[in-house]
């Protein structure tokens, strides 16, 4: 099993920026991607960025050249930084962490953005 603990929501203007992280424990040497999705309200969970244990990174369009993952050294957390958030930025952001044997979720954290 692995658990994920994520933390940096909050409210911001439009305009600034915010680091979610996300630390794993359990069965961590198994880990192999690892990301972010964030659902809206009223909205389908959608990808926001990955990052593979290699360090290969993938973002969504609407994310790319604001958002950035980073995975530290022992690849036991992710990180993202949002840069010059909008208010369609806000959602609820979950951390992911990729198994062979399956997925896990983080509890999620709100993030808000206000015009």
């Known amino acids: 099993q692995v658990q994920l603990v994520e933390s940096g929501g909050g409210l911001v203007q439009a305009g600034g920026s915010l680091r979610l992280s996300c630390a794993a424990s359990?069965?961590?040497?198994?880990?192999?991607?690892m990301g972010w999705y964030r659902q809206a309200p009223g909205k389908q969970r959608e990808l926001v960025a990955s990052?593979?244990?290699?360090?290969?990174?993938n973002y969504a369009d609407s994310v790319k050249g604001r958002f950035t993952i980073s995975r530290d050294n022992a690849k036991t957390t992710v990180y993202l930084q949002m840069n010059s958030l909008k208010p369609e930025d806000t959602a609820v952001y979950y951390c992911?962490?990729?198994?062979?044997?399956?997925?896990?979720w983080g509890q999620g954290t709100q993030v808000t953005v206000s015009s």
């Open positions: 992911y962490a990729e198994r062979t044997r399956g997925w896990y």
């Open positions: 359990g069965l961590i040497f198994s880990i192999n991607d």
């Open positions: 990052i593979t244990r290699g360090g290969s990174t």
